[in-house]
């Protein structure tokens, strides 16, 4: 049970077997680990609507999001709440993104120089809605230690970006159990300093899967302040239309 074949074969029976030196040896693991957890909460395709709470010390609102997914590449977000917001979208296709203000009726190409700009002023940036296969494409994986939650294994993996990457972390941490859920997800700077942090809280089952229905995204340096996450609705149809994945699409899509 020393080599990471034979790891990767017995991964549920390694609840406390697994030690910190062994699973830094085994890179290969930690990074079928991730694209396992990936394809769990992406599919093949999934349809979803979301409630954004944005919480700041002096204020805060809340948006309705209804968003679809296609494979690693396409994705789609329009806001259907609340009426002052209805109607703004964003199309991401490859590594492109676009969005789209219906009070204009223009439509925007997001420049790279404004990736790590805030979606909607939240604590996500846009770099966050384009960058869902990097994380695969981008980075290395190691097997940094093993945690246990609610009766089952959690990995640890460190996430270090290729040379010459397009990327804008040193360093990401990702907690993922067993069942392939992703817990945790820790952003670091180029000089490896807590930026921000994704957690995932209440796993029940939605659209036929166990998943963390409740997502908070919290900045190292604004103690109380947050961008929250709650599901409402979540499915993985077999697939989408790529007609939905289009300029047409974000500017004609009805909310």
Wanted: proline share 5%; with cysteine.
């Amino acid at each position: 049970m020393t080599t990471c074949r034979r790891r990767s074969a017995v991964i549920p029976l390694l609840f406390w077997l697994l030690s910190i030196p062994a699973a830094g040896n085994c890179g290969a693991d930690a990074a079928e680990i991730v694209r396992a957890s990936i394809d769990y909460y992406r599919g093949q395709a999934s349809a979803s609507t979301v409630e954004m709470t944005i919480h700041r010390r002096a204020w805060e609102r809340t948006l309705t999001i209804r968003g679809w997914t296609k494979g690693m590449k396409e994705s789609l977000f329009a806001i259907t709440a609340p009426p002052k917001d209805e109607g703004n979208a964003t199309l991401k296709r490859g590594n492109e993104m676009w969005t789209f203000n219906p009070k204009v009726h223009r439509t925007i190409k997001i420049p790279p120089s404004m990736m790590s700009q805030s979606w909607m002023g939240s604590d996500f940036s846009n770099n966050d809605l384009a960058k869902s296969d990097s994380i695969l494409e981008d980075y290395t994986h190691r097997l940094a230690g093993a945690e246990s939650h609610q009766g089952k294994t959690v990995f640890v993996i460190e996430s270090l970006p290729r040379p010459a990457a397009p990327v804008v972390w040193g360093k990401q941490l990702l907690r993922i159990r067993e069942d392939h859920i992703l817990l945790a997800e820790e952003f670091y700077d180029e000089d490896l300093r807590l930026v921000k942090s994704l957690t995932g809280s209440r796993i029940e089952m939605m659209g036929g899967r166990l998943f963390p229905t409740v997502w908070r995204m919290e900045k190292a340096d604004a103690a109380g302040e947050y961008t929250q996450l709650r599901y409402l609705e979540l499915s993985f149809p077999e697939d989408l239309p790529d007609s939905l994945f289009t300029l047409s699409s974000l500017k004609t899509l009805r909310r």
